[in-house]
């Protein structure tokens, strides 16, 4: 029999050290105004080098489980979004399950969709807390993009940061009361080339040949990845809102991917939203991948912009390439 499916609580963790674009200027060519002006980033957060992605996840579970008021061990789903795993297996998922003191019988994964992950892990825990098979799913966002970018390389090295944010989500009897109203989840292989790390797998095993031409390291298109997002985000959204019979009219805050300010003001104009619906904070925290979403939806929940019954449109864009769009009724 299908639930309905509500959202109990969210939480965050941002690493304690920042880097602003003053201190940039001090490792790379570049500067404050130009990292402003294109990007819109002032600062980024820096996780410490013994401080692995499973332990900033499960920092923001915990504040999601305490909002929630919910213990761990009840818990039969965790999900991890992140392309920055601690290892290639276990997966990151089972050491959250092991930090936070979790069920040891919880069904736990990991999902790798770059920027898009946590709004597919959304869907994907909802279809299966949904399904009856499951209670109380945790979700997660969580990356540490500091250690995948080559930091040579200013454009790249200047638009990530580190974080995770974490969403914990119930099955109800009521099939009608379900946080996720609706969902657009897609991907383009097509396009796998322009937004990569190219060694460090199977295609290429990493060696000291490939280390020393930093093919371990983010590699990015960053035209071409402007072009695709814009239009790929604004086509998602404007197909949830369809399918929920609304308008953007109807949306309290748009929470797009917090890449870079130019792609979220071009969403925005797509979307023809004002622009004081469209939350922002990559100035803070830079581009997080699958993390930005979750933190943004913690930072609106804890500052109050968003009571029981508000439409929150939230879209992402990444590596895959993948894209999606999901519309929460809070």
Not at 147 to 153: A, H, R, S
Not at 171 to 183: E, G, K, P, W, Y
Not at 242 to 249: C, G, M, P, S
Request: charge should be negative.
């Amino acid at each position: 029999m299908f639930k309905g499916v509500k959202i109990l609580g969210t939480g965050s963790y941002l690493p304690e050290k920042v880097v602003t674009n003053f201190d940039l200027e001090k490792i790379v060519e570049t500067s404050d105004e130009w990292i402003r002006t294109r990007t819109g980033i002032e600062e980024r957060r820096i996780s410490r080098d013994d401080e692995p992605t499973s332990e900033i996840a499960a920092k923001a579970a915990e504040e999601a489980l305490k909002v929630a008021g919910v213990d761990a061990k009840d818990l039969d789903l965790i999900i991890v979004a992140t392309i920055c795993p601690d290892q290639t297996f276990p997966n990151t998922a089972c050491h959250v399950q092991k930090r936070i003191g979790a069920s040891p019988t919880a069904m736990c994964f990991s999902m790798e969709a770059a920027c898009t992950g946590f709004v597919y892990a959304l869907e994907t825990a909802t279809a299966m807390l949904r399904s009856g098979y499951h209670k109380k799913a945790l979700i997660i966002g969580a990356e540490e993009m500091s250690k995948l970018v080559d930091w040579e390389d200013r454009s790249t090295c200047v638009l990530f940061g580190d974080g995770a944010g974490a969403m914990v989500l119930e099955a109800t009897d009521d099939v009608n009361d379900c946080a996720l109203v609706a969902s657009s989840m897609h991907a383009n292989g097509n396009y796998t080339d322009i937004l990569e790390i190219p060694a460090g797998g199977t295609l290429q095993p990493i060696t000291p040949e490939l280390i020393e031409s930093k093919a371990n390291c983010l590699r990015m298109e960053g035209q071409a990845v402007f072009k695709l997002a814009v239009t790929s985000m604004v086509r998602a959204c404007k197909k949830v809102l369809k399918d929920a019979n609304l308008t953007i009219d109807d949306i309290k805050w748009l929470v797009p991917h917090q890449a870079n300010m130019r792609i979220i003001s071009a969403v925005g104009k797509g979307l023809g939203i004002e622009t004081e619906k469209v939350f922002v904070n990559v100035n803070k925290y830079a581009n997080t991948s699958s993390a930005t979403v979750p933190i943004a939806l913690d930072e609106i929940a804890k500052s109050d912009l968003v009571k029981g019954g508000d439409y929150v449109l939230t879209v992402a864009f990444g590596a895959g390439l993948t894209w999606g769009a999901a519309l929460i009724k809070w």
